[in-house]
């Protein structure tokens, strides 16, 4: 029971991390991006080391245990790549303008440059190139309004399985779970800032806008807690317990959920905002963090 609330509490620490970045778009004078870069990279490196490293063989280990040697690695495999397939189907069905993981439009750019406060001749830039489509007018405010909503409803899609993944990890492991719960949390402040912008530029109101961001942060926590209750209910044993079966699935599952978020979202991500090797040195870093870690805990 001690590691159910500890899971509970963690996936709420990972997915609240949308209002963080909603409040650095609002408050921060100056966004540093090349720390957007290294840390969104970091968050990639601990996500796809704990995936292969730990998660996975958490799950050939469970699988094995109930279906043998050859069959539990075939089915862990083959639950990892079923993983990717779900969240790559959660992705694609995403509309691309609406989807906060595809480059906004230069309206949206020019709004969060400024309001970040960049370089004037980067604002400059951005405005010269958001006139040249057309002029700010009302239509223009609701569809930056409807931008973020939508990127609200998508970030919540996307942060189901994201949530599902630190509540199994800290059920099975407090201490794993944290890592992830934080490597996620890092990947939600951008969220957040997508969501909040489009939705202050459209309707002036900062509270809208944070609302909005945090509520697309719910659907983790939200999220885990269903999965596991339906789990428990459809396939739990005595006492609620899932079958190590069902659990190893899960894990690899998950690992692939995080290995796809990674590399489709966080590592391009860091790449873009980043200079040199930024990417590269906060990937590297992630992987060794987490590896110090999983090391120390052993």
Known sequence: MTNLWIA???????????????????????TNYRFLSV??????????????????????EALI????????????????????????????????A?????????????????????GTEVRDNQRQQASADTEMNSEENQALLRMGLF???????????????????????????AAIAVAVALHNIPEGVSVSVPIYYATGSRAKAFLYSTLSGVSEPIG??????????????????????????????????????????????SRAYGKGHDSLFGLLAGMAVMALSLLLMR
């Open 8 to 30: 509970l509490g963690l996936t709420v620490f990972a997915g609240m991390a949308t209002g963080i970045g909603s409040a650095i778009a609002f408050f921060a004078k100056r």
């Open 39 to 60: 840390s969104t990279g970091f968050s990639a490196g601990v996500m796809i080391y704990v995936s292969f490293v730990e998660i996975l063989t958490k799950g050939q």
């Open 65 to 96: 245990q109930a279906y043998g040697q050859t069959r539990g690695a075939w089915i862990n495999v083959a639950a990892f790549f079923v993983g990717i397939a779900v969240i790559g189907v959660i992705d694609r069905l995403i509309p691309e």
């Open 98 to 118: 609406e989807n906060p993981h595809e480059p906004h439009t230069a309206q949206a750019r020019a709004a969060l440059c400024e309001q970040v406060g960049l």
């Open 151 to 177: 990127s609200a409803l998508a970030i919540g899609i996307h942060n189901f399985p994201e949530g599902l993944a630190t509540f199994l990890s800290a059920l099975q492991d407090p201490a794993l779970g």
């Open 224 to 269: 885990a807690a269903i999965a596991y209750a339906a789990l428990r209910v459809l396939v739990g044993g005595e006492g609620g317990v899932i079958p190590p079966q069902v659990t190893g699935m899960l894990f690899a599952g998950v690992a692939g959920i995080m290995v796809y978020i990674s590399l489709d979202e966080l590592l391009p991500t």
